[in-house]
């Protein structure tokens, strides 16, 4: 009589077990996505910003720099430039003298990447730098953009466009 009891109880565990791994399995189908969703939205949001503000960085870096290789603040006649260079997966902002160079990169989080456009046409590579007055330098295409966004999801992402005059904006992608 014990040894059916104990069947019993046993079958009523096991029934137990299965019911809750069956909800929770309905609540990680709910609760994956949005979690999923919420790192996508966060993720981008603080790249662009990360992004944009190096950007704006090297915009002033170079006006200082490019005041100073014009008279204004010289010395020792050393000449200096800052560049940043954007890659899929990191960016780097390189600040060089004939003397010395430092520079600092940045890793995307994971799942976010960011590529070039001149004007629609995608473009790999070669340094973003400006000119004294705020200018992109190496522009003869008009507007640049750079798109932020996490894979596979380019709909969610975010655009930073620089005009020739050197106006940096950010919008939503909107497709």
């Given at each position: 009589?014990?040894?059916q ?7 009523f565990?096991l ?5 809750l ?6 609540l990680g ?6 979690a999923?969703?919420?790192y ?9 910003e990360?992004?944009l503000?190096d950007l ?11 005041g100073a290789?014009?008279?204004?603040y ?7 430039k ?6 899929s997966?990191?960016?780097?902002v390189?600040?060089?003298s ?33 000119k ?6 190496n ?9 932020i966004?996490c ?9 930073i466009m620089i ?13």
């Amino acid at each position: 009589m014990k040894k059916q009891e104990n069947k019993q109880q046993a079958g009523f565990v096991l029934m137990e077990v299965l019911m809750l791994m069956a909800i929770m399995a309905l609540l990680g189908l709910v609760a994956i996505p949005s979690a999923m969703q919420f790192y996508r939205e966060a993720a981008i949001e603080y790249e662009t910003e990360h992004l944009l503000s190096d950007l704006r960085r090297t915009q002033s870096l170079n006006r200082l720099i490019e005041g100073a290789n014009h008279g204004f603040y010289v010395r020792d006649g050393v000449v200096k430039k800052a560049v940043m260079e954007i890659r899929s997966e990191d960016y780097c902002v390189t600040v060089s003298s004939s003397q010395e160079e430092t520079s600092m990169s940045h890793h995307y989080l994971p799942l976010v990447r960011v590529s070039r456009q001149w004007n629609g046409t995608n473009v790999d590579s070669g340094p973003i730098t400006f000119k004294d007055n705020g200018e992109l330098k190496n522009v003869g295409l008009g507007m640049m953009t750079l798109l932020i966004c996490c894979e596979g999801w380019p709909q969610e992402g975010r655009k930073i466009m620089i005009s020739k005059a050197g106006r940096i904006r950010v919008e939503r992608v909107s497709w």
